[in-house]
């Protein structure tokens, strides 16, 4: 290929981006892995990676090496509502053996990253995408400021995996921002958080939640959500807007009582967002790139895996074919609707309890009582089982009831 730089170009090296690059570059592709960072570096994150992640990254091959970088299993995911009350997503209790992990993206995406180069990936970092390379209306490469030279890189396809605020999507005209929930997140570690059992916790309150997520080597994860609108209107810095949070989730604040904080405060948002379509005429969308919804119990990285692994094969095939066309890509389109639509519809409807404080008390009081149907919850939330479980009429009905 003298007039190409690659067969296929990803940019972005999170989760979905190495994942997918190293699928492809197994596959035989010529794989060019594009991200502005510098790795290892830190990511604003809830750090954790739901339990069906867990056979995506056996597939990788990483598992060992995840578990050496000292990874915490979690069976499950504590949920306390804003009356105190308490519902436990079991996870091992849905399949034994079961667990999230947490692990810091300083670590898992270094070890993704170096999986991807192992596979035979060419990975450039500092590598900063401003636009794409066109031929007509297809996407043809792109153009990438690299060591402070703007130069085009072609290839006749292009993965956009650089995250809910993908430079891909937007170069594309197709970013669209959700109007609800207008949220943002503000992610920190701590160490000595006191009174957390091998699970996960999620706390909801008026206005604001917490998850805190265990980590390697003692941290804890800490993600805030609040209202971006209220963010932006209040005085004071982001650590004032933190311990505001925090002391409006009591919960929370008491397992902070006397701990450590480690590193900064990082944030992210708007946490919601989707591309208005995920495939075209030399190109695709994986992971935050193609949709974000505030996730809760922290599913991001499950999905931007999952994402992955349904673009690498029809990737592959139109590659193969020579063939990079919307009409070629849309098989993945398919596969993401089949995956995606009814666990985002699950999503939607947890955010708008989390959103409704009598209504999350209500419902979390009777998944504590009704043990079948908090499994049911727990597999879905887990993403164990299928999300259709949950909205079935049936199951709703079930919870519902006084």
């Given amino acids: 290929m003298p007039d190409r730089d690659a067969e296929v170009i990803v940019v972005g090296a999170g989760p979905a981006g190495s994942t997918v690059a190293a699928r492809l570059a197994d596959a035989g592709h010529r794989v060019l892995l594009l991200d502005k960072a510098s790795f290892p570096r830190h990511k604003a994150c809830s750090d954790y990676v739901s339990p069906a992640g867990e056979p995506i990254l056996a597939e990788l091959g990483v598992l060992d090496e995840i578990a050496a970088a000292g990874a915490s299993r979690m069976p499950g995911m504590a949920v306390h509502a804003p009356n105190g009350s308490r519902f436990l997503a079991h996870f091992a209790g849905v399949e034994s053996g079961r667990a999230a992990i947490g692990l810091r993206r300083w670590e898992l995406d270094r070890i993704l990253l170096d999986r991807a180069r192992a596979a035979g990936a060419t990975v450039v970092e500092r590598a900063h995408v401003r636009d794409m390379v066109r031929e007509g209306d297809r996407v043809a490469g792109v153009v990438a400021t690299i060591d402070g030279t703007r130069e085009a890189l072609r290839a006749p396809l292009v993965i956009g995996a650089d995250g809910h605020n993908s430079v891909v999507a937007r170069a594309l005209e197709l970013d669209v921002a959700w109007r609800w929930p207008r949220k943002t997140g503000l992610a920190t570690h701590y160490r000595l958080v006191s009174g957390l059992d091998r699970c996960g916790e999620m706390h909801v309150g008026h206005g604001a939640y917490a998850g805190l997520a265990l980590l390697e080597d003692g941290l804890v994860n800490l993600t805030a959500v609040v209202p971006t609108d209220a963010l932006k209107a209040r005085p004071g810095s982001l650590e004032d807007a933190l311990a505001s949070a925090i002391a409006s989730l009591p919960g929370v604040a008491a397992k902070l009582e006397g701990a450590e904080r480690v590193g900064t405060i990082r944030g992210v948002g708007p946490m919601g967002r989707r591309a208005r379509r995920v495939a075209g005429d ?96 727990s597999g879905v939330l887990g993403n164990l089982r299928p999300a259709t479980q949950a909205l079935s009429p049936i199951y709703l009905a079930r919870l519902l009831r006084p």
């Fill in 282 to 377: 030399g190109w695709l969308l994986v992971g935050d790139a193609a949709s974000f919804l505030d996730p809760f119990v922290g599913e991001g990285v499950h999905d931007a895996l999952l994402s992955a692994r349904l673009a690498a094969p029809v990737a592959s095939a139109a590659l193969r074919a020579d063939d990079t066309s919307a009409r070629a890509l849309d098989a993945y389109r398919l596969a993401r609707r089949r995956a995606f639509t009814a666990k985002h519809s699950v999503s939607w409807i947890v955010q708008g309890f989390v959103n409704a404080p009598p209504l999350m008390n209500y419902v979390t009081d009777r998944l504590d009582e009704r043990e079948g149907l908090g499994l049911t919850l």
